[in-house]
């Protein structure tokens, strides 16, 4: 055995197997490619600094290596690190190029042409090409890029036999014009022709590993390989009609704000109606009553008890109250599992429909101004499902810095499911004014936190800038693999910290810290918040999870004023261990204790100014005067957003693309 | 003239893009200084998005504003 060349990439390849790499830009359809060609067998391998996995398989003696869909190689991002990596180790690369989209796909293929490895292009989405009035020239593409060219429709395996049979038909095709003989100076420094490429475009990873100064040429290369790209283009596409349809037009009305917004609330009501009603409700009610609660609770308490009594230490560590085989398995199976399935789901959905980047378009006006740009839109929608999973999907976001306001923003602002459940019963018997005051109280926290945080941190937003992939209808089969993949690495990653939450709150309680927190906060909750003094145990509930909180105050007997400032703290409070944990493992120690720290701050401060508040407009009553807090809170938000302006226009700026 | 001034379905030539990351990701995708492209949308005070034959780019607002076009063809 040895291992991929890739560095810390840990892919086992037998002795004389080939490498066959599969290569394109995002959403060509190289999975099916993938899952054909390895069938069931498939590893995945973490690549070291990211939370990427490579799927890997077998192809008769040979590997196929799959990895992330990339527009071209180099270092802008952790997908074209990882791509570029396993590209320049492959033996064979296997380029699947969307017919439809030559212009833009073909540049990634002349990419890797240039760094003289073995190719062969799978012409692929023939049938979408043809759909929309596009004739491809194969035999001239293949002649001019002279790589081996097979048509494919991957979703209906056509082509597929050709492909496999002239696989290994693949050699080095011609590479950007004037390239080679820069090249070759280089070659013998460097050692291989890839690397070569990479040091001559800059790549500032490949230089370093050399030894050499990075090349500053990589915009004229570029531009040459885009001529030659855009050469090829005109000679082997013709256009055979250019109808508008159905699908065009939906695409303009999902970015316009006309039509966008009804479209965005139309989808996101539909995922409200299937997540929040029917996953959270029936099939969380038999999953985790039924099942796990009914069943498999007191089967696995009685065992223990065979064992040892459950009121003993290790009782309570292992099946009490935060068990960590009975509330962590619930948890985990029963609640959060059917969630994160559906909502991977519909995001799989959202994703393979290229509906995403629309979102994005359509809202990154709103976003800009707390500091974030469209692609924000997804962690904040996924927020509302599970913060914990949402805080991961950061990882989308272009620079450190909107890394930085969205996880903070997530934690301190947004409800997860679970927890907007609660609250959603508990303002229903309230009235809509109190819904109203609720929902524009943490919504001026969003935008005063995110206006800081985008004045105060250093640097500036990225600008939006992203691609439009044409709509389509999205695979079933595509789209609930996706999900089944994606639920399973939660779930791997989601179970060890879960066992250490229930682990740290057993502990307290076994060791009687939780009575004493419990007394340490009564001053904050009755004298600053006006609540009754057990309110605090809602809170200490709260740190483990935000609606464990909101269902411990279901059981006070609460006035409306003291019901709407315990469930605006309770939102506000920190995030649960399963986030914070993740937070501590995505960021900083340092950052993660920060969100922490000032979610306790700005949960208690604005609770207790809305209860401040609420006094001096109607000092006798129970009933909040709900117009004048909310205008105060308006007049808050616009005093700092204001300031926020003013200080931004003393402050250099620099641009930062993505 | 900038991208940020261009009406829906002009057409404009690209004459300066700002930086150099930027003017790698547009060459990727298709786009080039020089390049004629049609504005295909504009949302108020929000992303521009042209197009080039069926490749469609949103540009943020503050990007369109440093991109120097010239219309119209």
Redo the contacts between chains.
């Keep these: 055995m040895t291992h991929c060349h890739c560095p810390g990439l840990k892919i086992e390849v037998p002795a004389g197997a080939r490498r066959i790499v599969l290569a394109g830009n995002p959403n060509t359809g190289k999975s099916v490619f993938f899952n054909h060609f390895t069938g069931m067998y498939v590893d995945v391998s973490n690549y070291p600094g990211t939370t990427l996995d490579i799927s890997y398989g077998r192809y008769g003696s040979d590997v196929v290596i799959d990895t992330p869909g990339v ?2 190689i ?1 270092s ?1 991002n952790d997908e074209e690190r990882i791509a570029r990596d396993i590209i320049l180790s492959a033996d064979l690369v296997l380029n699947v190029v969307s017919a ?2 030559l ?2 796909d073909l ?2 293929t002349q990419q890797i042409i240039d760094t003289g490895v073995p190719v062969i292009v799978a012409l692929n989405m023939m049938d979408d090409a043809k759909r ?1 009035g596009i004739e491809v020239d194969v035999d001239r593409l293949s002649h001019l890029l002279g790589v081996p060219v097979i048509p494919t429709v991957a979703v209906k395996k056509e082509g597929f036999d050709r492909l496999k049979a002239e696989l290994l038909t693949a050699r080095p095709g011609h590479p950007t014009p004037g390239l080679e003989e820069e090249l070759d100076q280089l070659l013998n420094r460097v050692g291989s022709r890839g690397e070569a490429l990479l040091v001559l475009e800059g790549d500032p990873v490949i230089a370093a590993r050399h030894g050499l100064e990075p090349g500053t040429r ?2 004229e290369i ?2 040459r ?2 001529e030659r ?2 050469e090829i283009c005109q000679q082997v596409v013709r256009e055979t009609s250019r109808d508008v349809g159905v699908a065009t037009i939906l695409g ?1 009305w999902m ?3 006309l039509t966008g917004v009804p479209i965005l609330f139309l989808a996101l009501w539909a995922m409200y109606k299937a997540i929040g009603v029917f996953i959270a409700g029936t099939v969380v009610g038999i999953t985790e009553e039924t099942i796990m609660q009914g069943i498999y609770e007191p089967a696995v308490r009685q065992f223990v008890e065979q064992f040892i009594p459950q009121s003993s230490i290790p009782g309570t560590i292992l099946i009490g109250e935060f068990g960590l085989l009975t509330m962590t398995v619930t948890y985990l199976l029963g609640l959060l599992m059917p969630l994160v399935v559906g909502f991977y789901f519909f995001l799989s959905l959202f994703e393979d429909s290229g509906y995403l ?1 629309r979102i ?3 809202v ?2 709103l976003l ?1 101004s707390i500091g974030l ?2 692609r924000g839109v997804i962690p904040i929608i996924l927020g509302f499902g599970c913060v914990t999973m949402a805080t991961i999907t950061t990882r989308l976001l272009s620079s450190d810095r909107e890394r930085k306001i969205a996880i903070f923003l997530l934690g301190l602002t947004i409800p997860c499911s679970a927890q907007l459940g609660v609250i959603a019963g508990m303002l229903a018997t309230l009235g809509p004014q109190y819904v109203a005051l609720y929902a524009l109280v943490i919504f001026s926290v969003l935008v005063m936190a995110g206006t800081l945080l985008s004045t105060l941190l250093p640097g500036k937003s ?7 992939p ?1 709509l389509r209808l999205p695979r079933l089969d595509n789209v609930l693999k996706k999900t089944g993949t994606k639920s399973y690495h939660f779930l791997k990653e989601a179970a060890p910290l879960f066992a250490l939450g229930a682990l740290i709150i057993s502990t307290f309680q076994v060791t009687g810290i939780l009575e004493f927190l419990q007394n340490l906060l009564a001053p904050l909750t009755v004298g600053w918040l006006n609540l009754p003094r057990e309110a605090a145990t809602a809170f200490i509930m709260g740190i483990v999870r935000r609606d464990f909180g909101a269902a411990g105050l279901t059981d006070l007997a609460l006035s409306p004023l003291q019901t709407i400032v315990a469930l605006i703290t309770i939102t506000l409070f920190v995030p649960c261990i399963a986030s914070i944990l993740v937070i501590f493992k995505e960021r900083t120690k340092k950052e993660a204790l920060f969100i922490w720290g000032s979610s306790w701050v700005a949960a208690f401060l604005v609770g207790g100014l809305v209860a401040q508040l609420a006094r001096l407009f109607n000092p006798a009553g129970d009933k909040v005067q709900v117009l004048p807090v909310v205008l105060a809170f308006a007049a808050l938000t616009l005093a700092i957003v204001g300031m926020c302006l003013f200080l931004r226009r003393t402050k250099p700026t620099t ?1 930062i ?1 993505g | 003239m900038t991208l940020d001034r261009m009406k829906r379905g002009q057409r404009c030539r690209i004459l300066s893009i ?13 786009i ?1 200084e020089g390049e004629v492209v049609t504005c ?2 504009v ?5 521009v ?1 042209i197009s ?12 369109a504003r ?1 991109i120097e076009v010239e219309g119209s063809f």
Excluded: W
């Design positions: 527009y071209g180099s802008f439809a989209h212009e833009r540049f990634l929309m990589r915009e570029y531009r390989r885009r790209v855009n303009r970015i316009k704000p980047p994005a378009t359509l990154d006006r800009t740009n469209g990225a600008d939006l800038f992203i691609d439009l044409p641009n693309p | 700002p930086s150099e990351l930027i003017r790698a990701q547009a060459l990727r995708f298709g080039a295909c949308e949302i108020p005070g929000g992303p998005v080039k034959n069926r490749q469609e780019i949103a540009i943020g607002r503050g990007l440093q």
